[in-house]
């Protein structure tokens, strides 16, 4: 890794056309949208910052397994990276899986769905903190500036694809299982 990749990685600085700089920006707004469903006093302000997290969370989730995970899966010469991009798709499915849970669940108001929403908090901040040192850093050594901005456009590109527009129904989460994801 090079002095700059080094210095942008320590301070977590990139720029817009860098894939890093488009999954930072996201992952601010899922930790604020997470983090708001977990202290939402109310059923009806926890549904409704649940309505505007799961679409988000689907978009994001399947483009950054598209646009990044499956290229570091790919790399015959670093098994970090390998072991990076399994273990965000393992987190992710387990991302799906609690937040249909809370999706599909008629009462907001239950001790059981609060606690489910506490846990998704929890563990997308793991999930985000664990992948913008980690992940990040192996992107930084192992894909030029040249593909981290493919990346971006493709990420770009699968959100368009997996967001809700008026008018629309969300793309449902593809199913998964552990074994899938492995």
């Not at 072991?83 to 799906?96: I, K, P, R, S």
């Amino acid at each position: 890794m090079n002095v700059l990749e080094k210095v942008r990685s320590t301070l977590g600085a990139y720029p817009d056309t860098d894939v890093r700089g488009l999954l930072h920006a996201d992952h601010e707004r899922i930790r604020e949208l997470a983090k708001n469903l977990a202290e939402a006093d109310t059923a009806p302000r926890r549904k409704a910052i649940l309505s505007e997290l799961k679409p988000f969370l689907t978009a994001h989730s399947r483009s950054e397994e598209a646009a990044v995970y499956a290229p570091m899966m790919e790399l015959r010469k670093s098994p970090d990276s390998r072991l990076a991009g399994n273990e965000g798709m393992v987190e992710h499915n387990l991302a799906d899986i609690v937040i249909e849970r809370l999706a599909k669940s008629a009462d907001a108001s239950t001790d059981m769905w609060k606690a489910h929403a506490k846990v998704l908090h929890e563990s997308l901040e793991h999930h985000i903190k664990e992948e913008e040192s980690e992940l990040f850093e192996e992107l930084g050594e192992h894909f030029s500036d040249a593909e981290r901005e493919v990346m971006a456009v493709q990420f770009l590109r699968g959100k368009e694809k997996f967001s809700v527009t008026p008018g629309t129904r969300a793309r449902p989460a593809r199913p998964r299982s552990v074994a899938a994801a492995a």
